[in-house]
């Protein structure tokens, strides 16, 4: 009889995590599907570009100090934002500053000095897709577990993040 309960448990446990990696991958699903336009709208507005482009400048100046820099930006960057931006990277640290406007390019901005580069666009912070998967489940499956039955935006602790918390966004 004690078997067999212990199989009856086993086999709950069994179908419980089941379930918990089934809504996992539907989580991560819908994430995937509304991270790159979430990045993107974010890009658009004025004060999550600033924290953005100032979260690539810190990364690139811990990198890349003393050394000249090459930002590619879009070719939509006005000559006073491209000079704002020289000004922001020689504070932290860039010897010189030259750009590189790119008509096709996405999203965000890289950083480059010789063969090293900060690429701070979508497609380059989307790249350590097991990382951003693991730090969303985190965030989520708690309130998840708490019975919160809205999923936390996909903007929480992305560039521009004003919050390490998760909201509306």
């Known amino acids: 009889m004690e078997l067999g309960m212990r199989q009856a448990r086993a086999r709950a446990d069994i179908e419980l995590r089941r379930q918990e990696r089934q ?3 539907e989580l991560l699903g819908q994430m995937w599907a509304a991270i790159a336009g979430v990045l993107e709208c974010r890009w658009r507005k004025q004060a999550p570009r600033r924290a953005w482009i100032d979260a690539a400048m810190s990364e690139a100046g811990t990198l890349l ?3 000249a820099w090459l930002i590619e930006v879009g070719s939509d960057w006005t000559e006073q934002e491209r000079g704002e931006i020289a000004d922001r990277a020689r504070g932290r ?3 010189t500053v030259e750009y590189s406007l790119q008509a096709a390019m ?3 901005l890289k950083i480059r000095a010789g063969s090293v580069c900060v690429d ?3 497609p380059g912070l989307l790249a350590q897709r097991d990382g951003i998967e693991a730090a969303f ?3 989520y499956m708690p309130a998840l577990a708490a019975g919160e039955p809205k999923m936390p ?3 929480a602790k ?3 993040s004003t919050t390490e918390k998760p909201t509306d966004g």
Do not use: H, I, N
Request: net charge positive; aromatic share 0%.
């Open 93 to 95: 640290g860039a010897m």
């Open 120 to 122: 701070a666009t979508v």
């Open 153 to 155: 935006s996909v903007s």
């Open 158 to 160: 992305l560039p521009g």
């Open 137 to 139: 489940l985190a965030e």
């Open 23 to 25: 809504k996992s991958r």
């Open 65 to 67: 100090p003393g050394r």
């Open 106 to 108: 996405p999203a965000g």
